[in-house]
């Protein structure tokens, strides 16, 4: 099945400067890279996603890069706020009835004011 | 338009007891999936109920167990509690058989004394 790994664990920044959070999958049918945002007491919020078939996707200040050859991809988030400060998950999914959203081990993200 | 709710945010158990969550999707939402959540292991997929069938089944033991409504609404059960069977327990929402636009509740924090 499908294995995703998510580096590094917790990412400490000052705020303005920017955030990059790498993940790896392992099937190369996964086709479907969402990101979440988790805040304490919150379920995971989905901020970004991409698909297989586009190599970046930006929305305001953050953005999302794939490397199907590779087989990774990046959050990066620019200008960081203090209200950055959360945990994110990276994840991949493929095609079919069969499928499921792997999830990375998520990376704690602390913006220092 | 009303979010993903599950019921209740709180729950404290006896080991060896058993419990029922409960989850809401987001209307016309027929997908639901359900998650365990801890420090350790990240997001564990236990199920997922589309159309009230179980399309999709975690490495959960079968203490686990769960079904989905007529209306999509969705509940989980699992049966003689462990102590490490206290986590976050998230379900998930879609509108279809895909991950797009995957949506999330807030939880249930079930904690086994």
């Known amino acids: 099945g499908e294995n995703v790994e998510q580096h590094p664990s917790t990412l400490s920044v000052q705020e303005g400067d920017s955030a990059v959070i790498k993940c790896t999958y392992s099937d190369s049918a996964s086709n479907y890279f969402p990101w979440y945002k988790q805040e304490l007491g919150k379920g995971p919020q989905l901020i970004i996603d991409?698909?297989?078939?586009?190599g970046e996707k930006k929305d305001q200040r953050i953005a999302v890069t794939l490397n199907k050859t590779a087989k990774h991809f990046s959050l990066h988030i620019t200008e960081t706020q203090p209200e950055d400060s959360a945990v994110y998950f990276c994840a991949a999914s493929s095609a079919g009835a069969n499928s499921k959203l792997t999830f990375g081990k998520g990376i704690t993200l602390s913006v220092r004011p | 338009k009303a979010g993903v709710t599950q019921t209740p945010r709180y729950l404290i158990k006896t080991r060896g007891q058993q419990v029922t969550l409960s989850c809401s999707p987001i209307?016309?939402?027929?997908?639901v999936s359900w998650y365990q959540q801890t420090p350790g292991q990240g997001l564990q997929f236990l199920f997922e109920y589309f159309s009230e069938t179980q399309r999709n089944k975690g490495n959960f033991p079968g203490r686990f167990s769960g079904r989905q409504f007529s209306n999509s609404r969705s509940e989980m059960n699992v049966s003689t509690l462990e102590l490490g069977d206290s986590a976050l327990y998230l379900c998930a929402s879609s509108s279809d058989s895909s991950f797009y636009g995957y949506t999330f509740g807030s939880g249930t924090r079930l904690t086994v004394v």
């Open positions: 209307s016309g939402h027929r997908s």
């Open positions: 991409i698909r297989s078939n586009v």
